[in-house]
């Protein structure tokens, strides 16, 4: 009998039979509430009825187009909705399955637009689990440990990660910034430099989000010395933190954008943007795929644009954030164990700590699965796996917020006591 493998360990054994907006129901009509959204991809919810509706269309009109030799329409209509949306200047489109290959994309492209070697990530930095991508992940060592050689040319600098150091904002930019200079000085000097490569807000490194002074650091040294500012909104963009892209809230100027995940409504589907000049230094062939752009996912993206825009989504992640950040303080205020409770919009997380301090992996999974058990899917991320993340469809409403974090308060309850 064929099993799946054991690496794919599921946090519960719950077996999902169909899903509508927030919720998700097993094979036993059993109803959960899901704040995982896959990892934030179904921004709509679960088979938004428009997302339903249009990919049904795709379907029976054309799946596949391969779309390095004929354009398709769904394609050439996703790039004409997405100018809008964009940051100023980054018109140029590519596109690809996964967060991971949009990483691939990225770096390919900064490599090439400048003859130089060297990526230079940031500390708690995830960009997926591609050689190239995992090379240049540091949100733990599960990730890349035991596959080496990784790619060369990455070089790791700190985040300005406050809450692991324990340090007020200004400090930890401060030392990240003068690090990035040590940097540039001592391990990758600019001349080798391609690009900065960094998120908004890490995801899987916790939930931390940048600031304002390190972004504007990251575009001056960019500047200064010809180095390409990519920024990875994979998790973060299409209004999970409550603007359309996380670095909105930075007023930040990337060079290059990566996004997947919110694009397409769960469909696999991602993109790079870059200007024109820029993207037209990759070389020819250089990028490319069977299955980038599938017609039925730019159809679901399409749609799923339509929806963000026709239901005010992006809004409602900031103002259903602020309601959900509240409970959580709440929640936090009780219980000594949760140390923090940070990020923006809808992607929100809760710091799991021991009495000395230690990041506490073992209590955020054990309340993790409380909450499964109560109806509750939540995610884990950090380093440590210390952290409880909340990040439920853009679609979610007061009254889902509110069970949500009633749930919460009694699973922490029932862990800590
Ligand atoms: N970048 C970021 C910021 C991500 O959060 C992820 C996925 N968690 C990726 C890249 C990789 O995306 P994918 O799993 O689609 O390859």
């Known amino acids: ?84 949306v964009l940051p100023d200047g ?157 670095h909105d809230h930075f007023g930040s100027r990337p060079d290059i954008i990566m996004t997947a995940k919110g694009l397409a409504s769960g469909f696999p589907l991602s993109a790079i943007a870059a200007s024109e000049e820029l993207m037209s230094k990759a070389w020819p062939g250089s990028q490319g795929g069977t299955y980038g752009a599938n017609a039925v996912a730019c159809a679901a993206a399409l749609a799923t644009l339509d929806v963000i825009e026709e239901e005010g989504l992006v809004k409602n992640a900031a103002e259903r954030g602020a309601e959900l950040r509240s409970a959580l303080e709440q929640v936090a205020g009780k219980h000594e164990a949760i140390t923090d409770v940070r990020g923006l919009g809808l992607m929100l997380g809760n710091e799991f700590r021991t009495p000395d301090g230690e990041p506490d992996g073992a209590t955020a999974a054990a309340v993790q699965q409380e909450a499964a058990k109560r109806g509750l899917l939540l995610l884990t991320c950090g380093a440590w796996g210390q952290v409880v993340r909340f990040i439920p469809a853009l679609v979610v409403d007061s009254a889902e917020v509110e069970e949500a974090a009633g749930l919460w308060a009694q699973s922490v309850d029932a862990v800590l006591g």
């Open 1 to 84: 009998m064929a099993k799946l493998s054991p690496i794919l360990k599921q946090a519960t054994p719950v077996v999902a039979a169909r899903g509508e907006g927030v919720q998700l129901f097993d094979e036993d009509g059993r109803r959960y509430l899901d704040f995982t959204a896959g990892i934030g991809v179904t921004s709509t919810g679960h088979s938004h009825p428009k997302v339903v509706e249009a990919t049904q269309r795709q379907i029976a009109n054309l799946v596949h187009g391969q779309y390095t030799t004929v354009k398709h329409r769904p394609l050439l209509d996703l790039v004409d909705r997405l100018g809008p």
């Open 90 to 246: 980054l018109d140029s489109l590519f596109f690809a399955n996964s967060g991971s290959e949009a990483a691939e994309a990225a770096i390919r492209l900064a490599r090439h637009a400048t003859g130089r070697p060297n990526i230079v990530v940031f500390h708690g930095g995830f960009h997926g689990r591609t050689v190239a991508a995992a090379s240049m992940t540091t949100s733990g060592t599960k990730f890349r440990a035991g596959f080496s050689p990784l790619m060369a040319g990455v070089v790791v600098s700190p985040f300005p990660d406050a809450p692991h150091f324990g340090w007020p904002q200004e400090q930890a930019t401060e030392f990240a910034l003068r690090q990035l200079d040590y940097t540039l000085q001592t391990q990758s000097a600019p001349a080798d430099t391609a690009a900065f490569l960094v998120e908004p807000v890490l995801g899987e490194g916790g939930y931390v989000p940048a600031d304002r002074a390190f972004l504007d650091g990251l575009r001056e040294r960019a500047d200064r010395h010809g180095i390409l500012l990519i920024i990875d909104e994979v998790q973060t963009g299409f209004g999970r933190t409550g603007e359309f892209w996380g």
